[in-house]
């Protein structure tokens, strides 16, 4: 064997324990988003042949398990929209649980245990399906853990009177139960749950008869009895669970049910209520206004400042944040400027593009489109971000429309590797993928958008911007933090999230704009942070070398949310450059 034999075979175990994992972790976001950052850190590992640009990354088996995972994640989403207030219940969703005092009531119980044991929240503790004997040995049992006079755990086996299998039932004390101690009942009783069966065919692919099996076989029922009580042979369950196993890409029954249990939790997540109203501060209310486009798609945009002033076009970021602090905006009125603010393609009411069109091109005209609606021309373009590209494009098509550009916190083309290595965890695994390995991307961003509806928009911005304290004392502040959560409902609100819009721009921006940049003839001038997560500072250094007709200049305590927190210089920085439009002057290094 040559030298290279073994490690090739080590290599390809090793590509396959990576990838099992990371097919794990993907059922476990469809589970439960919030397990996101566990996918994000066995990612960095796959993501590693980044610095050898030639290694794709997309890979057959893991796009065919992430089809099935989205699936389950969709089915989520519709659960958690109405979600409330976690409880000790939640975290086992999947078995019948509940809370009892060993009164004559059941204080609260989940959804499995209302579907197997047929109880409710404050009903009768005499509706458990069990002989009025085990009952009263429950109800001492539970008065006694509840209480601390007992095992902290006790264990008890009892049979149900409506399948007349035993059920394992384990007794636990909660901690902080209230103004009366209580105990929390957890059974090994498991269910199948109401419309499951739909979303496993549809995930896996399985007919109604397969589905059945799955079923058998997640509550344990020895394959036997299944095909006893399908009327059909040994042998053809048995060629049926194969079948089964093959589809599902399982290797054994307890492989099987692992999934499928771990599926199930979407299923029987709670639901509660709506969350509360976000933080307005000081932002006055500002209409959505709507057209219809040349191609007939509707658009939409929001307005303030001076009706009458010079227009300033400004756009809104991935994150959609079409709204500015509070005292930005009076200050816009004051200067004499008037802000528009087109809401992109798939946020908010804005349609999104047909399928195929190109992404630049179709934003750039809709851009145009709201602009010639408006009959505004010579506008100063305010883009965020790799927004940067619009206006340079928008600039080249529609010179007419643009005198200049004030960027804030802008993204240049990325080229290299290592300026992926430069970004923070959350914007390289979110950029790098849309680059690398784009029909990985919408699963990883839904399960992004689905995390920030169940941690709250607040906290999970915290959580991605963690890595720039300047990105956080200035979300701390109350009216960045109202206008951020206000403006960024076009993006993530409580029913609907924009993730294929995201996942469109993210896509976009890692593609190669560089020549957009390079043909743009009107005044660029750049302020950038020198604590931005995404583009710090030796990347726009290296990257603004290829453009010297580029300004560059760089605030000190700025992240991301420069223009949030440096308003006052960027709005002068605006009228400074609509003064040279104005007069005609040229931008200092213009070729």
């Given at each position: 064997m040559t030298e290279s034999g073994p490690k090739t075979v080590a290599a390809s175990f090793a590509d396959r324990d990576h990838r099992a994992e990371i097919v794990e972790r993907l059922y476990d976001v469809a589970v439960d988003p919030i397990r996101l950052e566990k996918l994000?850190?066995?990612?960095?590992?796959?993501?590693?042949?980044?610095?050898?640009?030639?290694?794709?990354?997309?890979?057959?088996?893991?796009?065919?398990?992430?089809a099935r995972a989205s699936v389950f994640l969709d089915r989520y989403e519709a659960a958690v929209r109405e979600a409330g207030p976690r409880s000790v219940l939640e975290e086992i969703p999947r078995s019948a649980a509940f809370l009892a005092d060993g009164g004559a009531q059941v204080a609260c119980c989940n959804r499995?245990?209302?579907?197997?044991?047929?109880?409710?929240?404050?009903?009768?503790?005499?509706?458990?399906?069990?002989?009025?004997?085990?009952?009263?040995?429950?109800?001492?049992?539970?008065?006694?853990?509840?209480?601390?006079?007992?095992?902290?755990?006790?264990?008890?086996?009892?049979?149900?009177?409506?399948?007349?299998?035993p059920v394992i039932l384990r007794v636990s004390p909660v901690e902080g139960g209230g103004p009366r101690p209580l105990a929390l009942v957890v059974s090994t009783e498991l269910v199948w749950p109401e419309g499951f069966a739909d979303t496993v065919q549809e995930a896996f692919g399985l007919t109604a008869a397969e589905v059945e099996i799955v079923r058998g076989v997640t509550l344990g029922l020895p394959l036997r009895d299944i095909a006893?009580?399908?009327?059909?042979?040994?042998?053809?369950?048995?060629?049926?669970?194969?079948?089964?196993?093959?589809?599902?890409?399982?290797h054994s029954q307890s492989e099987l049910v692992r999934v499928v249990l771990g599926l199930m939790d979407v299923a029987l997540l709670p639901l509660g209520g709506q969350a509360g109203p976000l933080p307005r501060g000081a932002l006055e209310a500002r209409p959505v206004q709507e057209?219809?486009?040349?191609?007939?798609?509707?658009?939409?945009w929001i307005g303030f400042g001076d009706p009458a002033g010079r227009p300033v076009l400004y756009m809104h970021l991935d994150y959609g944040l079409i709204r500015w602090p509070a005292a930005a905006e009076r200050a816009a009125a004051a200067r004499g400027l008037r802000v528009v603010v087109p809401v992109r393609a798939g946020y908010g009411r804005t349609e999104p593009l047909p399928k195929g069109a190109d992404h630049l091109e179709g934003v750039t005209q809709d851009y145009a489109a709201v602009l010639d609606h408006l009959g505004l021309k010579g506008a100063v373009v305010l883009p965020l971000g790799a927004d940067l590209r619009f206006a340079t494009n928008l600039a080249n098509r529609r010179p007419d429309l643009v005198c200049g550009i004030v960027g804030a916190a802008c993204q240049l083309p990325v080229r290299t590797p290592a300026q992926y290595e430069r970004m923070d965890k959350w914007q390289r695994f979110i950029l790098a993928n849309a680059r690398h390995a784009p029909r990985v991307l919408p699963f990883l961003v839904q399960a992004g958008f689905s995390l920030?509806?169940?941690?709250?928009?607040?906290?999970?911005?915290?959580?991605?911007?963690?890595?720039?304290?300047?990105?956080?004392?200035?979300?701390?502040?109350?009216?960045?933090?109202?206008?951020?959560?206000?403006?960024?409902?076009?993006?993530?609100?409580?029913?609907?999230?924009?993730?294929?819009?995201?996942?469109?721009?993210?896509?976009?921006?890692e593609r190669d704009w560089s020549a957009v940049v390079r043909a743009v003839r009107v005044p660029v001038r750049l302020l950038q942070g020198d604590q931005d997560?995404?583009?710090?500072?030796?990347?726009?250094?290296?990257?603004?070398?290829?453009?010297?007709?580029?300004e560059v200049e760089f605030l000190a305590g700025t992240g991301q949310l420069l223009f949030f927190a440096a308003?006052?210089?960027?709005?002068?920085?605006?009228?400074?450059?609509?003064?040279?439009?104005?007069?005609?002057?040229?931008?200092?290094?213009?070729?």
């Open positions: 994000l850190e066995a990612w960095e590992g796959r993501i590693a042949p980044l610095r050898d640009s030639s290694i794709a990354l997309d890979d057959p088996e893991i796009e065919a398990h992430l499995a245990a209302a579907v197997a044991f047929g109880i409710a929240e404050g009903g009768p503790f005499a509706a458990l399906p069990f002989e009025a004997e085990d009952r009263e040995l429950l109800q001492g049992v539970i008065r006694k853990v509840a209480a601390r006079r007992a095992e902290k755990v006790v264990t008890l086996r009892i049979r149900s009177t409506v399948t007349g299998s006893e009580a399908r009327g059909r042979s040994l042998e053809t369950v048995r060629t049926q669970v194969r079948s089964v196993l093959a589809k599902t890409e399982t057209m219809r486009g040349p191609d007939g798609r509707r658009l939409s920030a509806r169940r941690l709250g928009k607040e906290a999970f911005f915290r959580q991605v911007n963690g890595g720039s304290p300047a990105d956080m004392a200035t979300f701390a502040q109350p009216e960045v933090k109202a206008a951020v959560l206000e403006g960024s409902e076009v993006c993530l609100a409580a029913k609907w999230s924009a993730h294929a819009a995201f996942t469109a721009e993210c896509i976009g921006s997560p995404q583009s710090p500072v030796q990347t726009i250094r290296e990257l603004a070398a290829d453009y010297p007709h580029l308003w006052p210089q960027v709005l002068e920085a605006v009228e400074r450059m609509q003064a040279r439009a104005a007069t005609g002057q040229p931008a200092a290094a213009y070729p």
